[in-house]
């Protein structure tokens, strides 16, 4: 594909942006889009995606790209917005099928993109490591567009170390009482207050980034005279290996059970949207450098990025050990931010994504 037709792909998926786990028209349109070019698209079963093919026999090599939209307020309207540049990973794995097409007879082995809905939910990877369309792949190649103060287009680099991210909701479960007789129950207020004490005191190793904060808090009503027995509240965690955040869980579990225990109240919680931090292959991680190399020069390649962003595409390596995996940080001089409602990037660098991606797979042996 040339540079137009991938803009024209581009600029139809970011008009029609779609939430997670509804991706079914941006499915549709992709799949007619593959088998007019004469590939030969499956969907998935029960969820919305597919996969497409190219090549037959080992290794075998998948790309993901991830299809969901955002919902958020643009310009004063609460819409699905492409902000977080899947409209531009599905434009790039796109054109890697399509190059890859017209090299077939160099190709080692199979390639399957894989276009996974849910990324922005956390749990699209999970639901497509169920579907069993990873279960034998040898390497899984990512994208994802970055900003400037990351890596400054055009340079890119091999890997980006993710970390992780996980939310906690939870109930205080007491009955509401009269305001003159506060001995007849729990205030759920004062149970909250224990749980934002208590979550300062996890400490975690200092050189490993991390954090945790009580991020929503609900509980009485209107009507200041009743004592709140009940309430809800929320957290949002992070730290940048999943070490340290198996120890951030284990404290908060310990916390809400300890409380529930002083104040005799049931304290429950979930834990929801958790996403591993980033296992990076060293074999997948060289091979992303070379084709990086290859196809922007030595001066372009950068060092694998931190970042305290996260991403379900790790859920892959996490489920599926035996799989060598890593995600491009792809230099396009996103602006003003990931997510920001307005943002926007490089669209050159499009086309060098397809070329390293291309390049990696062909260097797959």
Not at 14 to 37: D, G, I, K
Not at 41 to 56: A, D, M, N, R
Not at 210 to 219: E, G, M, Q
Not at 314 to 320: G, K
Request: charged share 20%.
């Amino acid at each position: 594909m040339i540079e137009k037709k991938l803009q024209t792909l581009w600029e139809y998926l970011h008009a029609n942006p779609e939430t997670s786990m509804h991706e079914v028209e941006t499915s549709a349109y992709l799949m007619n889009h593959f088998r007019e070019a004469g590939f030969q698209p499956v969907p998935f079963q029960s969820i919305p995606g597919f996969y497409v093919e190219i090549g037959s026999g080992r290794p075998k090599i998948g790309l993901r790209a991830d299809m969901d939209a955002l919902w958020q307020e643009v310009e004063g309207e609460s819409r699905a917005n492409h902000s977080c540049g899947h409209d531009a990973h599905m434009t790039i794995v796109t054109g890697v099928m399509h190059q890859l097409k017209n090299q077939k007879r160099h190709l080692p082995g199979t390639v399957r993109a894989i276009f996974q809905p849910a990324e922005e939910k956390g749990n699209g990877a999970v639901e497509v490591v169920k579907e069993g369309i990873v279960n034998d792949l040898d390497y899984l190649f990512g994208v994802h567009v970055r900003p400037a103060n990351e890596v400054a287009y055009p340079a890119c680099a091999p890997g980006i170390q993710h970390g992780a991210c996980l939310f906690v909701k939870g109930k205080i479960k007491g009955t509401d009482h009269h305001g003159a007789r506060p001995q007849e129950g729990v205030n759920a207020i004062e149970v909250g207050m224990g749980i934002a004490q208590q979550l300062q005191h996890i400490h975690t190793p200092p050189q490993i980034p991390a954090s945790i904060k009580l991020t929503n808090f609900r509980a009485g009503t209107d009507n200041l005279n009743i004592i709140p027995g009940g309430a809800s509240f929320g957290l949002d965690v992070r730290a940048q290996t999943n070490e340290v955040m198996n120890g951030m869980k284990e404290r908060i579990a310990a916390i809400c059970n300890h409380l529930s225990s002083i104040y005799q109240v049931p304290v429950t919680y979930a834990f929801e949207d958790d996403v591993p931090a980033a296992v990076i292959d060293k074999d997948a991680e060289q091979l992303m450098c070379a084709a990086i190399e290859k196809v922007l020069g030595k001066n372009n390649v950068r060092q694998t990025i931190m970042t305290p962003g996260s991403d379900d595409f790790h859920h892959y390596t996490i489920m599926c050990p035996s799989l060598k995996a890593t995600m491009l940080a792809l230099g396009s001089d996103v602006k003003p931010g990931l997510h920001h409602p307005k943002m926007t990037f490089d669209h050159r660098a499009i086309k060098n994504g397809v070329d390293i991606l291309v390049h990696a797979c062909l260097a797959v042996e």
